[in-house]
C-alpha cells in the first residue's frame, strides 16, 4: 500500500517541524510539502496533489479558515485537518474551518515541557485522524478499530428483539469526525414541538463544546445548552456534554435529570457515548432512541447493544454520507442498527419514531437511594 501523502500548513518553523518529524516517523505517511500560509498551499495542493493537508488557522496573507474555503471552491475533496489552540477563538475559529469544509482538528500542545512531550501529543491525536480520513487501517492504534473502507461494506441486518419494543421518551445522540458539521445539520431540522429530552456526546475538548453549543443553539428551533450537572431533562432542550466531562442521566424523585463525571475515559474518550446510553436505558426503562453519527472508533456499539435489549430503537448514519464510518458502522455490522440512512434522512427519522413518544415520566425513576437501575 502507498504512503498516505501529507501536506503540512503552518506558518510557525517549529509547528512544522514537529508535525513533519511526527508524521515521518510513520512508515505508512509521506511528508510531501509544506507551505507557510494559505495563498501558497492552495499552489502545492493543485502540483502535489496530497491524500490529506493539515492546516494552521492563523497564518499571513491567507488563513487557514480561507485556505479551505479556497480548496472547497476547486471542488477538491482532499481531507483537511485544523491545527488549533485550545481557547475561545481558537475553538470559534475551528468550528468556522469545519463549516468551510475541514473534516477535522486536533489542538495545538500547550503547556507541555518539552518538545518530546508536544511530538508525542501531536501523534496520539494527529495520526489516528490521518489514518482515518484516507480510509487507512488503524488497527497499529490501539482501541480506534478500522478506519472508512474504501468500498461499501454490507450491512448486517437488526437481530431479533430480546424485549418489546417501547414508544421512545429520550433521545441520545453519539458523534465524534465530522460530527459538529452533520450535527448542524440534523438538530437544527428537529422542531420546537420535539416531545422529548435530547441528549449529545460529541467527542471535543473543553471550550469548544461551549462554543459548539451556542453555535447550535442559534440555528435551531430547540434549546441547546452546554449541559450541567443535575438540570433536569424537559422535552425540547439538547443537553450537550461538556468536554472532559462524561454525561449521564439520573433518575429522582421529580424526574430524570443530568449528571456530570470525570470518571475513566471509555474507548479513549471522556465524553463518551456509551456511559450515556447505558444511563438513559437505566432512567428511562428502555423507552430510549438512539443515533450514532459519523465518527472513528466504536464508541456507542456496546450502549447501542443495551438499547436494543431493553426495547429502545437504533438509527445510524450510513457509510456515503459519513466522514469516517467507525461508530456507525461498528453498530450497524454488529447487526445493532433499526435504520441506516444517510444523513439528510436522520432528521426525519427521529420525528417519525419520535411521532408515538411516550410522555415524560412522571413519577420516580431510581430506587430510593436515588442510584439508578
Known amino acids: 500500500m502507498d504512503p498516505i501523502r501529507v501536506l503540512v500548513v503552518d ?13 515521518s516517523s510513520d512508515p505508512s505517511i509521506e511528508v510531501v510539502g509544506s507551505a507557510v500560509n494559505g495563498k501558497l498551499a492552495l499552489g502545492k495542493v493543485d502540483a502535489l496533489k496530497p491524500d490529506l493537508v493539515t492546516m494552521d488557522i492563523e497564518m499571513p496573507e491567507m488563513n487557514g479558515i480561507e485556505a479551505v474555503r479556497a480548496i472547497r471552491a476547486r471542488r477538491n475533496r482532499v481531507p ?74 454490507a450491512v448486517r441486518p437488526p437481530a431479533p428483539r430480546s424485549a418489546p419494543h417501547k414508544a421512545p421518551a ?17 438538530i437544527p431540522a428537529l422542531p420546537a414541538s420535539l416531545p422529548v429530552p435530547v441528549l449529545l456526546v460529541q467527542h ?8 459548539f453549543a451556542q453555535r447550535l443553539d442559534r440555528l435551531s428551533a430547540l434549546r441547546v445548552v452546554e449541559a450541567v450537572d443535575g438540570s433536569p431533562l424537559l422535552p425540547g432542550t439538547v443537553h450537550l456534554a461538556p ?9 429522582t424523585g421529580r424526574g430524570a435529570v443530568t449528571m456530570l463525571s470525570q470518571g475513566p475515559p471509555e474507548n479513549f474518550c471522556r465524553p463518551a457515548v456509551d456511559p450515556l446510553f447505558r444511563s438513559a436505558v437505566a432512567a428511562y426503562d ?26 429502545g430503537t437504533v438509527v445510524v448514519q450510513d457509510q456515503a454520507t459519513s466522514v469516517v464510518w467507525g461508530m456507525p458502522g461498528a453498530v450497524a455490522q454488529a447487526g445493532l442498527a433499526d435504520e441506516v440512512l444517510p444523513l439528510d434522512r436522520v432528521a426525519e427519522a427521529i420525528t417519525r419514531h419520535l411521532a408515538r413518544a411516550l410522555p415524560p415520566h412522571p413519577a420516580p425513576l431510581t430506587l430510593a437511594t436515588g442510584a439508578p437501575r
Open 11 to 23: 506558518d510557525s518553523v517549529v509547528v512544522r517541524k514537529i508535525v513533519t518529524d511526527v508524521l
Open 80 to 153: 483537511i485537518v485544523m491545527f488549533s489552540t485550545l481557547t475561545e477563538r481558537g475553538a470559534s475559529s475551528t468550528l468556522d474551518a469545519l463549516s468551510a469544509g475541514a473534516n477535522d482538528y486536533v489542538t495545538k500542545p500547550a503547556n507541555v515541557g518539552s518538545v518530546a512531550q508536544s511530538m508525542e501529543s501531536v501523534r496520539e491525536q494527529l495520526i489516528p485522524k490521518i489514518k482515518a480520513l484516507t480510509g487507512r487501517p488503524a488497527t497499529a492504534l490501539a482501541g480506534l478499530g478500522a478506519a472508512r473502507p474504501a468500498a461499501p461494506v
Open 170 to 186: 429520550v433521545l441520545v445522540i453519539g458523534s465524534s469526525t465530522g460530527g459538529p458539521e452533520a450535527l448542524a445539520k440534523v
Open 204 to 211: 471535543m475538548p473543553p471550550v469548544f463544546t461551549r462554543q
Open 243 to 251: 468536554g472532559d466531562h462524561h454525561l449521564t442521566v439520573r433518575g
Open 286 to 311: 428502555g423507552a430510549v432512541l438512539s443515533v450514532v453519527l459519523t465518527g472513528m472508533g466504536s464508541d456507542g456499539r456496546s450502549g447501542a447493544s443495551v438499547i436494543r435489549d431493553a426495547g
